[in-house]
């Protein structure tokens, strides 16, 4: 079944505890994206990666960091998490960025505290 | 001037009627767009794209409209029942330097009333 699939689903920390969220889909796409879905803001693109070994900041890259070393994974990294970044954070992927069939993941639900 | 339609945050409608979605977007350059429908606790799901070179494209019982002067959206769903109650997103896709960037609409909540 084509997915993507994203870990944990829920996920409770502590203001500067590193963590990672990871992200995989089994399409063979070359198109992810990490999004941030806040009430009222909408969903909003952190990082996205047009292919293997390329990254690209979206519009709220603070605080984030991400790798793409192979086609398949996608993760996102919070080295110093802080109660701003507490968020529904979802993984998607897609052939090419003008592929617009964009499959997402079900979504992380982070709190920090 | 041209009327289009306003981006409203919630829109409830009759089951069996149409609903008329609009959005409006912000970059001149983006040239791709994007439907998606949230249903709750779940990912946003793809329903229907348009490029910029075209006005109008149609799927199964949804049609998207494109007016590239005004910078607008709107998402047309025929005969709309309860399983289309979602919050929907436009997004607009960019290109040139810009190239991978996805900027998603507020999202309009379509409640269907039985």
Not at chain 2, 32 to 57: A, L, V
Not at chain 2, 70 to 75: A, C, N, P, T, Y
Not at chain 2, 91 to 110: H, P, R, Y
Request: hydrophobic share 30%.
């Amino acid at each position: 079944e084509a997915q993507v699939t994203q870990n944990p689903r829920y996920l409770i920390t502590v203001t500067g505890k590193k963590l990672t969220v990871t992200c995989s889909q089994n399409m063979n796409h070359e198109y992810m994206s990490w999004y941030r879905q806040d009430p009222g803001l909408g969903l909003r693109q952190i990082y996205y990666s047009m292919n293997v070994e390329v990254t690209d900041k979206g519009d709220v890259p603070e605080g984030y960091k991400v790798s793409r070393k192979e086609k398949r994974n996608f993760p996102l990294i919070l080295e110093s998490p802080s109660p701003n970044q507490t968020s529904l954070y979802f993984c998607a992927s897609s052939l090419g960025m003008r592929d617009g069939k964009a499959f997402f993941g079900q979504g992380t639900r982070l709190t920090v505290v | 001037g041209e009327s289009v339609g306003l981006h409203l945050p919630t829109l409830s409608v009759q089951e069996g009627d149409n609903s008329i979605i609009n959005c409006a977007y912000s970059n001149s350059a983006s040239d791709y767009f994007i439907w998606y429908k949230q249903e709750s606790g779940k990912g946003p799901q793809f329903i229907i794209d348009i490029r910029s070179n075209m006005d109008k494209r149609q799927g199964q019982r949804v049609t998207v409209l494109l007016n590239k002067t005004v910078k607008h959206l709107s998402l047309q769903i025929a005969a709309t029942q309860p399983g289309d109650s979602a919050v929907y997103f436009c997004a607009e896709n960019m290109v040139g330097t810009n190239a991978g960037k996805s900027t998603f609409g507020d999202g309009t909540t379509l409640t269907v009333k039985p």
